[in-house]
């Protein structure tokens, strides 16, 4: 397919548009989402959480990341106080991603916090638009999308504990870090956000041996202070 | 499990104030050019980290195993344009086969 030249195109976008060019890939992403949420629902009944337990954490944490790593440290016989350290820290990333999109959401402080608890890390980027704004209908249409079925692949996974076996085994590890290759591939055009991302990568890996889990990642997110430099 | 509704409970109240507390602590603020600059920089900053992290680590140790299969088919994807889902299947594929092909099955 030819690209076409969008720029100088007068004729004004209606936003249900843009959502529209975009549902392909809100319908990956949900997919994905459906998928890592069958992933934790199994690894955390592995692990002995209950599935009210666990489909609870989904409709309040409502983070992939943090609810996989809390489980984990619960699998590997950690205590509960590890556990909450562990999927908090994991969770940290959302408060610079919060303060990027809240200018999008509108309405007073409370509504903007409230609409901020529709962030994950596919629908944040999924809705971040080339000029570094965010679209508001992107963010709340593929964040409740994902909300949902969120919950019904924790629900799934929690009721199939014991036929899903290892995540690896089905290849499911690599869902989340291709969509979020794929996500930054767009927007590494720019040579300061290239640089941003070869700091992040640095920080992150040399990190990681040291740094209980999740803090690699929000100490990483201080690379974004390069684009405060002149 | 012992304590899991503890867990659920302090796990929840965190995730949702961590959330919640730039708008709302921040409120009106407009950030100035620098500022959206910095915040531009945000998504790629943590993306990539992510990113490393998932392909090259487990746990707290590096580890350069059939993922790296994966990361080479998903670029391959990328670099055609392929659409997210066709980017997905193919990094997953690409895994599945090489552990597969090392017997990791």
């Keep these: 397919m030819k690209d076409v030249d969008h720029t100088s195109d007068p004729s004004p976008l209606s936003p249900p ?172 055009g720019e040579p300061r956000t290239r640089v941003v991302a070869a700091v992040a990568a640095v920080l992150a890996l040399a990190l990681v041996p040291v740094a209980p889990p999740g803090v690699p990642v929000a100490v990483a997110s201080c690379a974004c202070l390069i684009g405060f430099v002149k | 499990m012992t304590g899991e509704w503890i867990l659920v409970a302090a796990l929840g109240v965190i995730a949702i104030a961590i959330r919640a507390a730039g708008p709302l602590l921040l409120g009106d603020w407009k950030p100035s050019h620098r500022a959206q600059r910095t915040l531009r920089m945000v998504a790629p900053a943590i993306l990539t980290a992510l990113v490393v992290l998932q392909l090259f680590t487990t746990g707290q140790d590096y580890r350069f195993d059939a993922r790296l299969a994966g990361l080479a088919a998903a670029v391959v994807t990328l670099v055609l344009r392929a659409s997210l889902m066709v980017t997905v299947v193919s990094a997953v594929l690409a895994t599945v086969l090489t552990r597969a092909l090392l017997g990791q099955y």
């Excluded at chain 1, 609810?67 to 999927?87: E, N, R, W």
């Design chain 1, 17 to 188: 548009a843009s959502v529209r060019a975009e549902l392909p890939a809100i319908a990956s992403v949900v997919t994905a989402t459906f998928l890592f949420g069958v992933t934790f629902g199994a690894v955390a009944g592995a692990a002995g959480i209950s599935t009210p337990a666990a489909l609870v954490m989904s409709l309040t944490t409502f983070g992939g990341a943090a609810q996989m790593g809390a489980a984990s440290v619960i699998a590997a016989g950690g205590g509960v106080g590890s556990a909450i350290l562990t999927g908090s820290l994991l969770n940290l990333r959302y408060l610079p991603m919060a303060i990027a999109a809240m200018g999008a959401y509108g309405g007073s402080r409370w509504r903007r916090g409230a609409y901020a608890q529709l962030l994950g890390d596919e629908t944040w980027a999924l809705s971040r638009r080339p000029d570094g704004s965010y679209d508001r209908r992107l963010l709340l249409l593929s964040g409740s999308a994902a909300y949902v079925l969120w919950f019904a692949g924790t629900a799934l996974g929690a009721l199939s504990v014991g036929f899903a076996g290892d995540v690896s085994r089905w290849g499911l590890d690599m869902v989340s870090p291709a969509i979020f290759l794929a996500l930054l591939w767009k927007q590494l």
